[in-house]
């Protein structure tokens, strides 16, 4: 069975930065369009930004010039690093990976907490 482990959430400052990893384990298909998504309380879940096996990205317009997104297919690995946090980055994030075979897989989440 296909996991994915996300790690790296936290608390930091506003203005701070932190990097999230979502590794695929016991892996044995290819990946495709891999992304992270975010959920605040509240608040419906929404998308932060998109990678391609071909590394094209797309971002939230609330995000673009501070976060990017990056993968590193020999290890089966997505990134997201957040530059310039802000409260409003504050939210539950969670990879969301295109497993060949097998169809979209969500992480687990890890939380991330920006204080003012």
């Known amino acids: 069975q296909v996991q994915l482990v996300e790690s790296g959430g936290g608390l930091v400052q506003a203005g701070g930065s932190l990097r999230l990893s979502c590794a695929a384990s016991?892996?044995?298909?290819?990946?495709?369009?891999m992304g992270w998504y975010r959920q605040a309380p509240g608040k419906q879940r929404e998308l932060v930004a998109t990678?391609?096996?071909?590394?094209?990205?797309n971002y939230a317009d609330s995000v673009k010039g501070r976060f990017t997104i990056s993968r590193d297919s020999a290890k089966n690995t997505v990134y997201l690093q957040m530059n310039m946090v802000k409260p409003e980055d504050t939210a539950v994030y969670y990879c969301?990976?295109?497993?060949?075979?097998?169809?979209?897989?969500w992480g687990q989440g890890t939380q991330v907490t920006v204080s003012s």
């Open positions: 969301n990976v295109d497993i060949t075979g097998l169809g979209y897989r």
């Open positions: 016991r892996l044995i298909f290819s990946l495709n369009a």
């Open positions: 990678i391609t096996t071909g590394g094209s990205t």
